[in-house]
């Protein structure tokens, strides 16, 4: 990184506004008032020969600037010198949110300009919302610029991994504990999707939204619900729909209202819930919210394996789709008769029973059956993906009968919510290094089992070597480079592999003679 540019916060100030101007996130009557912000922010007091007009001139129009995440990192590090914050990452995060949104404009501002772009398209107005996620270093795309990105062929389409390493991991029992959590503890915001996190400075634990902003929307009939991007960009412009209001995830009639409405408004954007129970559900169970974008997922590619027709929907177009994971699509039209059978399937299911697969609809009152819906458009269609989803726990699956179980847990073991469910892996960090430490063992010819840090991949190890034994212990030592060199992407092809057997895990009818006559059953009991 280049920093002979840098010799203060001046400099910094002047180079992050000249960013914005030629973004235009500011106009040209904002630069004094923009960087009197940012001097407050940064808790410095320059000379009168600071003259924030004249030292943005240096930086203007030259191709050869300073990169966004340069000039943010040479202000962070002279704030660490100088004592305003302390180096942590979160203090970092928290302090340049805060100088981004100085220069990122307000929020009816950008609803005036997203809805005149509305006006003449969809499109163009959520190409400028996300032009500005991006401008505003609302999504940090030089970190989301780390995440490793493959597919997989499988016999279920190319599903698409994601080793995250800009998001920290959760734990399943922590997520269903938040759901837990009632009265008592009550901060401001609620929680990382309430409406009231726009313009707020964040915490420690709590990240800082001063460059976020949300469009309002009317669903389902004048409800109020605002649009936002995800600030970690999963997929292509991955966008969140969320409640005005802070309460938990419900799966309905109206949640089938409100996806299909919003596919209508934006037909170019896919619109999807996670369900509405612990396990089978998201990270967020507490708040209700929808994730979009645009993206087309291995599962929106995957034909129909079979064909369905439910008397007295003749005018929709059923069946079950070639996928992993347990799945009735239907096609209209015109949303009504979607939802109207939608409606149907689901109060089917949240009742329904097979003990001879493992469904039960509940345990002492508890349910287990719910839907993980999934709504985009087909050309001038309506088209609804309904995932049936069972959250039942034993002895012997204490983390989920329909749940990746404990001998893929080396790879996955984290809920399967709705991004998983529609193709995409998104697997912890902690997998990276752990797959380079894996690679060195495998090409020493050592035992994975004796090395702590890949000791959980031994067993899976021992089935990919006899896959390639080209990196069996006894031929690595005369392995061509050629093969060395092709051992990360046989690591890659196998993680892929196993996200597969992950999702078939969480089948509630597996794909087997057994499975597909229980799935036959749930569809007659419909009718
Ligand atoms: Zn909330």
Redesign the pocket.
């Known amino acids: 990184m280049d920093r002979t540019w840098f010799s203060g916060p001046e400099d910094g100030i002047a180079a992050l506004v000249a960013y914005a101007l030629e973004r235009g996130l500011i106009g040209k009557s904002d630069v004094t008032y923009a960087s009197n912000g940012m001097l407050d922010a940064l808790m410095y007091e320059p000379s009168g020969s600071f003259v924030p007009k004249q030292a943005i001139g240096r930086f203007l129009a030259t191709s050869s600037g300073p990169a966004l995440e340069e000039i943010l990192a040479c202000l962070l590090d002279d704030a660490v010198e100088r004592g305003v914050i302390d180096g942590g990452i979160a203090s970092r995060d928290l302090l340049d949110t805060r100088l981004m949104g100085c220069v990122t404009p307000r929020p009816s501002e950008v609803v005036r300009e997203f809805r005149d772009r509305l006006r003449v398209s969809p499109e163009k107005a959520t190409d400028y919302l996300y032009q500005l996620a991006l401008d505003s270093d609302y999504i940090r795309t030089y970190r989301i610029a780390k995440d490793r990105k493959w597919t997989t062929s499988t016999r279920y389409g190319d599903l698409d991994i994601t080793i995250n390493l800009s998001k920290p991991e959760k734990d399943p029992k922590a997520i269903a504990a938040a759901l837990e959590k009632k009265g008592g503890d009550d901060p401001y915001?609620?929680?990382?999707?309430?409406r009231e996190n726009e313009g707020y400075a964040g915490r420690l634990d709590h990240p800082a939204r001063e460059t976020i902003r949300l469009m309002p929307l009317r669903l389902a009939g004048g409800e109020r619900w605002y649009l936002q991007y995800s600030p970690y960009v999963y997929y292509n412009e991955h966008c969140i729909v969320l409640s005005e209001h802070?309460v938990p995830m419900k799966i309905d009639r109206t949640t089938f209202v409100r996806l299909l409405d919003f596919v209508d408004q934006f037909p170019h954007y896919m619109l999807g819930s996670n369900a509405d129970l612990p396990i089978v559900g998201g990270s967020i169970l507490?708040?209700e919210h929808y994730q979009g974008g645009r993206y087309t997922f291995a599962m929106a590619k995957a034909q129909l394996r079979e064909e369905l027709s439910f008397p007295g929907f003749e005018n929709v177009h059923a069946g079950i789709v070639n996928w992993p994971m347990s799945v009735i699509r239907l096609d209209a039209e015109t949303p009504t008769p979607l939802v109207k059978l939608a409606d149907k399937i689901l109060t089917a299911w949240r009742s329904y029973s097979d003990e001879s697969v493992g469904v039960l609809a509940e345990t002492d009152g508890v349910p287990h059956n719910t839907i993980t819906p999934i709504a985009r458009r087909r050309g001038k269609l309506y088209e609804l993906d309904l995932v049936l989803r069972n959250n039942r726990t034993t002895d012997e699956y204490p983390l989920g009968i329909f749940h990746p179980h404990q001998e893929l847990h080396h790879i996955k073991k984290e809920n399967i919510g709705l991004i998983e469910v529609m193709g995409l892996a998104v697997l912890p960090a902690r997998l990276l290094g752990e797959m380079q430490r894996l690679r060195e063992v495998i090409l020493a010819g050592e035992d994975p089992a004796s090395v702590p840090e890949v000791a959980s991949h031994a067993a899976w190890t021992a089935q990919i070597l006899e896959k390639y034994p080209q990196y069996a212990p006894e031929n690595v030592a005369k392995i061509s480079k050629a093969d060395a060199d092709a051992l990360d992407g046989v690591l890659q092809e196998e993680i892929g592999q196993v996200f597969a057997q992950v999702l078939e895990q969480c089948a509630v009818f597996a794909d087997t003679k057994e499975g597909r006559r229980a799935f036959a059953r749930f569809i007659a009991s419909i009718q």
Do not use: E, I
């Not at 915001?189 to 309430?194: A, I, S, T």
């Open positions: 915001p609620r929680c990382q999707l309430c802070h507490t708040h």
